[in-house]
């Protein structure tokens, strides 16, 4: 049987002499593993279309289960991430993350849309790493089905919580005296508490359209990484070696 669809190449494994072990993120039968045979043979036509964090059409031939690649065709490379080292392990921590929260054989557009926008952003530069980060780790914890509630503090109903904080198990924002001690949380200011609901819920080709201060994006930062480590209960190597290269 053969099938044509559009993939997200999230990770790739050498398998053998010359093959890929390909992990897809595809927009019609969700996450997948298949084989590109011959893929790392020197004037392989499908090499450049079955790299990490490229975006391809791919016909694949399904036997007993199997996906094997038949033909392979580029239709995004993110090129600018292949200039720049701190980027592309930046877009691989992404593609870490996707494949940690999707499902075996369930699509999920808005997963692969958030995915194919970020890396987008990223290697065009469209803003700062930082930005894009943020608010990939927000969207993908809403998309997930870990959404915080940030409407209003639960204990006093505030909408605007004084000195708030991210409860990050319970998953809520409230007023800093109206912390009841139990759990970890992140401190926020009205203007990162802002981009945070802003992230929640903007339509997805204007999620990364917001303005904030050097400060704000900080504690923007640290909230949205830790309640994503926080609920996906692991760490990601990725994300440390981002983390390692900016620092030298």
Known sequence: MFMTTNALVLREVRYKEADRILTLL???????????????????????????????????????????????????????LREDIENFALG???????????????????LLQLGLNSLYALSNKLYSPEQIKAAFELRLMCIAGYEPE????????????????????????CCRRCDDGKGEYARLCPDSLRALRYIASAPAKQLFSFRLSDEALLRLGSAAERYLLTHTERQFQTLNYWKNIRIK
């Open 150 to 173: 940030l409407k209003s503090c639960p204990a006093c109903g505030s909408t605007e919580p004084e000195q708030p904080i991210l409860k990050l198990s319970g998953g809520y924002v």
């Open 26 to 80: 595809t927009s019609t039968e969700g996450k997948i593993s298949v084989k590109a045979r011959g893929a790392l043979r020197k004037g392989s036509r499908m090499s450049a279309a079955t790299q990490q964090l490229t975006y391809s059409e791919l016909t694949l031939f399904g036997n007993r289960g199997k996906w094997t690649v038949n033909e392979a065709v580029i239709k995004e490379p993110f090129t600018g």
């Open 92 to 110: 691989c921590y992404f593609a870490e993350c996707l494949e940690s929260l999707s499902v075996e054989d369930q699509p999920d557009a808005a």
